[in-house]
């Protein structure tokens, strides 16, 4: 490992706290330890009890632990303490360029109109162009960062161009709420509910400029020492999916309890989401590496990495 990914591996650790988990080693009994935020499709596969009984049978056990997003639940990987877990496009190239041992198992299809950028709705900023000089609030290395990185491109503006805060999901709102930021950008089901509780303008979508596809992903050295366990997580996954793209309404009022958003907020951002769970193909490496190059480019992260080389090998 070189002294540069040590720095920035180092750093990205020291800028989250994880929750309280049993250990850090890499799990040797027969569990599978999964990541999990606030809304998904992981959501309501633990709400149902569905894994557990199907993991039941080839003699595994489960846990799961809650993060507030990707780039945590990546950290959480990082060191060990979980096996398996779902983010955006960007947290896995950022976590890759630390040193995790990640694996990409699996993928939604795109969801492009599930993130955003959103101004108040009293804002005089118009335009992603209006955006020069101002400050932009985002969870660093979450899907939304390649979102703002493609449409300040498309306005002819440069990331330099711009003043970015990084901040959760539940700082972000509040800042924006407050004044504090001139923009924010976001995902569902946060999107949702910024854009009906506070009326919150909607001034680009990943429409057109980026994918904004949703991964499954896995700690290499349990993935590769416990197949049969990952075949069954991604089977129960494709099954919930499946039953939430034709249940939309009970899906929401599932999650809305976990989520603390009301169950026709959730409605929105369900409609908006895709669903459909697929194996990595070359089309949606290339899409990866295009954004991992780019940050790369652009300095956010240390050194240029393969995605093909963190893809797994004979799997779903």
Partial sequence: MTMTRR??????????????????AWASDKVVRIGYQKYGTLVLLKGKALLEKKLEKIGYTVTWTEFPAGPQLLEALNVGAVDFGTTGET???FAQAAGAPLVYIAHEPPAARGEAILV????????????????VALNKGSNVHFLLVKALEEA???YTDIKTTFLPPADGRAAFEQGAVDAWVIWDPFQAA??????ARELRNGEGIVPNHQFYLGAKPFVEDNPEAVDVVIEAVAEIDEW??????AAAAELAPSVGIPADVLAVALERQSYGVKAIDDSVVKQQQSIADTFFDLGLIPERISIADAVRKGGA
Avoid: C, Q
């Avoid at 709705?121 to 000089?133: N, Q």
């Avoid at 910024?194 to 009326?199: K, P």
């Avoid at 939430?244 to 309404?249: C, D, E, G, R, V």
């Fill in 120 to 135: 108040p709705k009293d804002s005089p900023i118009k335009t992603v162009a209006d955006l020069k000089g101002k400050t």
């Fill in 7 to 24: 720095l920035f591996s180092a750093a990205l650790a020291a800028t989250i706290t994880l929750p309280l988990l049993g250990g850090v």
């Fill in 156 to 158: 002819g503006l440069k």
């Fill in 244 to 249: 939430a793209k034709t249940n939309t309404a």
């Fill in 91 to 93: 947290p896995p190239i």
């Fill in 194 to 199: 910024a854009e009906v509780a506070i009326e």
